[in-house]
C-alpha cells in the first residue's frame, strides 16, 4: 500500500511523515516523529494510556488514523513542559508521589491538562469522570486525584 505524506502540527512545530493509511497515530507518533511519550497500553481506546490533544480534543491516538493528523494540532505529553520548567501538572504529579511505574502517567498528565483548560475549577467527582478513561495498575488514584485537584488550586490562586 503506497503510503501518504502528511504535515502536521505537533507541539507548535510542523511536522511531515509518511505513514501508511492504516497505521494509527500512535504509531505514527512513536515510529516516524519519535515522540515515544504516548504509550499502547491496549490497543483499543479503553486504557487512556495513548491520550493526545488532537485539534482541542482528547482522543486515544490508538483509535485515529495517522493520516488523520493532516493539517491539525496534536499535543502529546512531550510539549506538555516548556523549555525551561515543567507544567504545574507534571511538578504536582512528582510533589505527591501520583505516579509509580509511569506506563499511564503520560496519558494522565495530557487529560489532566485537557480537562483544566477546560475547566480551572472542577469538583473531585469531574476530575474523576474525566479521568475515568485512563487506567492506572499501580497507584489507587487518589493520589493523581489529589494532584490534580491541587494544580487547579494553584492555577486559579496565579490567574
Same mark, same amino acid.
Request: hydrophobic share 35%.
Given at each position: #500500500? !503506497? ?10 512545530? &510542523? ?38 490533544? +488532537?485539534?482541542?480534543?482528547?482522543? @486515544? @491516538? ?7 493528523? $493532516?493539517?491539525?494540532?496534536? $499535543? /502529546?505529553?512531550?510539549? #506538555? ?8 501538572? &507534571?511538578?504536582? +504529579?512528582?510533589? #505527591? *508521589?501520583?505516579? &509509580?511505574?509511569? +506506563? ?7 487529560? *489532566? ?6 475547566? !480551572? ?17 499501580? /497507584? ?8 490534580? #485537584? $491541587? ?9
Amino acid at each position: #500500500m !503506497n503510503k501518504i505524506h502528511v504535515k502536521t502540527n505537533i507541539n507548535g512545530d &510542523q511536522v511531515e511523515f509518511l505513514a501508511d493509511p492504516r497505521e494509527t497515530l500512535l504509531d505514527c507518533l512513536r515510529d516516524h516523529v519519535g515522540l515515544t511519550g504516548s504509550k499502547e497500553g491496549c490497543g483499543t481506546g479503553d486504557c487512556g494510556a495513548c491520550s493526545c490533544i +488532537f485539534d482541542g480534543d482528547l482522543v @486515544s @491516538s490508538c483509535l485515529v488514523l495517522g493520516v488523520e493528523a $493532516e493539517g491539525k494540532s496534536i $499535543e /502529546t505529553i512531550e510539549g #506538555m513542559a516548556g523549555r525551561e520548567e515543567l507544567h504545574p501538572l &507534571q511538578k504536582k +504529579f512528582i510533589e #505527591m *508521589a501520583a505516579l &509509580q511505574c509511569g +506506563f499511564c502517567t503520560p496519558g494522565i498528565l495530557v487529560a *489532566a491538562k485537557a480537562l483544566l483548560e477546560k475547566n !480551572n475549577n472542577p469538583t473531585e467527582t469531574e476530575v474523576r469522570y474525566w479521568l475515568a478513561g485512563n487506567l492506572c495498575r499501580c /497507584t489507587g488514584y487518589d493520589k493523581i486525584i489529589k494532584a490534580v #485537584m $491541587e494544580t487547579a488550586k494553584e492555577i486559579r490562586e496565579t490567574a
